[in-house]
């Protein structure tokens, strides 16, 4: 008979530490599958275990232990024992290193815990035979060669003379793509490239003059939906438009993902007095990139008239900054006092407002939270899709500014619906029938919304420009020469998404 060594060996020790054995610790012995109980016979399983036993304990242990190991009686020391089977020996892990048992270690070098147990010591972690030199290290010209020189662009503004060229953004401390966030896509791919650019179009600059005409008219009359093909540049357009507004002075605020709203990410709770669910928590993370973004503004602006927050009360002139100190302080308000600082923001007419919203589709679809009968909640009773449809369809506006919609149609878990799709005129997957359902409430909140179509294809100078960064900031592998970017221009007919992502990342040797 014999058993594999074995983690057991703490239980067996307890076991022989009592000097003799009972039928009791002979039962135990055997649950452990370290003795076999006989009517003639105690046999153990392991001889291997048996000597390393004995002699463990004849180095650190008192002689009377060790005879209570022998008063088990000779058949388990030396009798009815019998060697491994090739099978066990081959299931067994023999360390080449000296078991610990086998040292002769000093007594006053063991050390033991409250139970007399000997504590082992932590082997020592070695580092690998192999460790990177690190790059600031590689000071020799020969690593020079491939070195990464930071792009050379001119500064971004959307203008007749920038149309087709790669330009920067500035670097300020109220850039919105840092404080607001920015689609995946695009965070990646700034995340690669050396500084964040991108390329001024024709639609860049028309979208521009239309913002700059209704900075002196009210919100109402501009409320403009970006819309075309997957990977047309929607999404950069409109990162475009915010940075040319906080450049010239506008408020703004940037929502570059909206489908957080709607998919059941942060938490939310009803409210009796609006009929609503509050979401208090994203509500709390846009007043404090509201206020990042615009605070040099915000500190010029003063509350219209009282407001009061339950049990606190904010009395006339009190400051904007102020007015979000308090939400900041008492996060559960945060949702009211938002409400309250888009009214005085909407009243107020010193500077143009611009709320911009990507991923805007989503807000008009089925939401991922539900009711207390796990019935789907409608975003229209969701406190913050509500008030982004309200001024999306006019039944709240800015005195001066515009709101400006960016459609994702790639995302295929909030797909356009049919009442987003009528009212931007835009082709339905199949015909228009009586029998398609709309619902009525969400038709209101798409009243008066006006499609701003983006081209699907990059012109050959604009597509030549977004080579030119790819190229100069080290980011191709491949060859670099004109048959390389017509290539990449035609497998990708000239969309913008397509000849980044499936044709000039594609050349990494990955």
């Not at 050390?111 to 020592?124: M, Y």
């Not at 509500?283 to 990042?292: E, G, H, K, M």
């Amino acid at each position: 008979m014999k058993m594999l060594l074995c983690d057991k060996c703490d239980s067996f020790r307890k076991l022989v530490s009592r000097r003799r054995f009972s039928t009791r610790a002979l039962q135990q012995l055997n649950r452990l599958s370290i003795l076999s109980l006989t009517s003639s016979r105690i046999v153990c399983h392991n001889i291997l275990f048996q000597n390393r036993l004995l002699s463990f304990y004849r180095e650190k242990e008192s002689p009377s232990m060790l005879a209570g190991v022998a008063r088990a009686g000779p058949s388990l020391l030396r009798q009815n024992v019998t060697e491994a089977s090739p099978a066990i020996r081959q299931q067994r892990h023999v360390s080449r290193l000296t078991p610990f048992w086998k040292k002769k270690l000093d007594p006053k070098d063991i050390k033991r815990d409250a139970q007399g147990n000997i504590i082992l010591k932590k082997k020592e972690t070695s580092l690998g035979a192999f460790r990177p030199l690190n790059v600031a290290q590689l000071t020799h010209a020969l690593f020079q060669s491939e070195e990464r020189k930071a792009l050379n662009l001119p500064t971004f503004a959307p203008t007749q003379q920038m149309i087709g060229k790669a330009t920067e953004f500035p670097v300020i401390n109220n850039d919105p793509s840092r404080i607001f966030g920015l689609p995946k896509k695009m965070l990646l791919e700034f995340r690669i490239l050396s500084k964040p650019c991108s390329v001024v179009r024709t639609v860049t600059v028309s979208a521009a003059q239309m913002l700059d005409k209704a900075r002196s008219k009210p919100s109402l009359d501009t409320r403009v939906v970006l819309t075309g093909r997957s990977g047309c540049g929607k999404s950069f357009l409109l990162l475009q438009l915010v940075q040319n507004c906080i450049l010239n002075g506008w408020i703004v605020v940037y929502i570059p993902r909206a489908k957080k709203l709607v998919d059941s990410s942060t938490p939310y709770e009803y409210d009796l007095r609006t009929q609503t669910y509050l979401q208090p928590a994203f509500s709390l993370q846009t007043l404090q990139r509201l206020l990042a973004a615009n605070q040099a503004k915000l500190t010029m602006l003063a509350t219209q008239k009282k407001h009061s927050f339950e049990k606190r009360e904010v009395p006339f002139g009190t400051n904007l900054v102020d007015l979000i100190g308090i939400a900041v302080k008492e996060p559960p308000l945060a949702p009211v006092i938002l409400e309250t600082l888009m009214t005085e923001l909407s009243t107020q007419t010193k500077h143009p407002v611009l709320f911009a919203v990507d991923d805007f589709q989503a807000l008009y679809c089925r939401t991922a939270y539900r009711d207390p009968h796990f019935v789907p909640i409608r975003p229209f009773h969701l406190s913050l899709p509500r008030m982004i449809m309200e001024y999306a369809s006019g039944k709240k506006s800015f005195a001066k500014g515009a709101f400006v919609g960016a459609i994702t149609t790639s995302d295929t878990q909030y797909k356009l619906p049919s009442e987003l799709k009528d009212a931007l005129d835009l082709p339905h997957e199949h015909f228009k029938t009586p029998y398609d359902k709309r619902s009525r409430t969400l038709m209101g909140y798409t009243t008066g919304l006006k499609a701003l179509h983006v081209p699907e294809q990059l012109s050959l100078v604009e597509a030549a420009s977004l080579y030119e960064v790819w190229k100069d900031d080290k980011a191709l592998i491949s060859s670099l020469h004109d048959e390389a970017f017509l290539s990449k221009y035609t497998e990708s007919s000239g969309n913008a998404r397509d000849f980044v992502w499936k044709g000039l990342l594609a050349t990494f040797d990955s």
